[in-house]
């Protein structure tokens, strides 16, 4: 009697084996990045019952950050302003923006109804991680750093993936973000930007000593005033303000040390 199946059979299992084997290894692959917060947060814009664009509002005319977001300074969350923020300038009366427009008839209701409008989350940690806005933005950290360019976005949209690798990137080397306290709302700030002799005056007038700015410029150095501190820093950093520059400089005298252990959000 002959073969019941073909001779090909005999390869079929290395074949399977093979085939399981580059399933494997294109899982492996493709697992951590398509099951990780880059990918199935960042990007993530949903459309929000009132066309509310902060393009224009934070952008073209410069509305700060905590007008509307009043208590992220002192809470440990960024509040969503009420319906009263929208209607200080959109209510009806006389010399009020745009009380007429289509666009606001949600934020008329409402305050006809006192029912607030219904936003929807774009960013929100899991419930088991602790996150502080106001340790944050105390310490230097911008709303830039972690929602992205908002002030260039007509509808909000998660621009970062805020997993926790993300974070402790930031925790471990907090000098790459940090930036002084009145230009933590300033969406559109750049080192550069700074005045050199302004920035380290203010340290000075702080109370910090010229010889601890000098060590921290470069390691070793002193200084006997600003003058000195400012031919130290030409020489170190070159003839403009770099983020390198301010970022050691805060993180020094502030004494900033963020944890990087679990416990720090997992609590």
Sequence with gaps: MGNFFPR???WLPLKLAVAAGFIVFGASLAVP?????????????????????????????????????????NSSHANVPTNQTCF???????????????????VMKANETGKPIEW??????PDYVYFN?????????????CHGQINEMEVVKHAEPQSMGWCLDCHRNPELKLRPLDQVTNLNYKPEQLDRSTFYQSLLGKGVKADEIAGVIAEGKTAAGLKDLLALADTT????????EVGTQL?????????????????
């Design 8 to 10: 090909w059979t005999n």
């Design 120 to 125: 929807i989350k774009v960013h929100k940690a």
């Design 133 to 145: 806005h106001s340790a944050h933005l105390n310490r230097g950290i911008s709303c830039q750093n």
């Design 88 to 106: 200080n300038c959109h209510g009806a009366g006389k010399g009020n923006i745009k009380s007429a427009s289509p666009k606001l008839e949600l």
């Design 251 to 267: 993180k020094k005298h502030w004494q900033v040390q963020p944890p990087d252990s679990c416990t720090a959000c997992h609590r």
């Design 33 to 73: 990045y398509y099951f990780t917060p880059k990918y199935t947060r960042v990007g993530y814009e949903p459309t929000q019952p009132v066309p509310f664009s902060h393009k224009v509002h934070a952008g073209q005319l410069g509305l700060d950050c905590r007008y509307c977001h009043s208590f992220v300074e």
């Design 237 to 244: 950093y070159g003839k403009t303000v770099t983020q390198l």
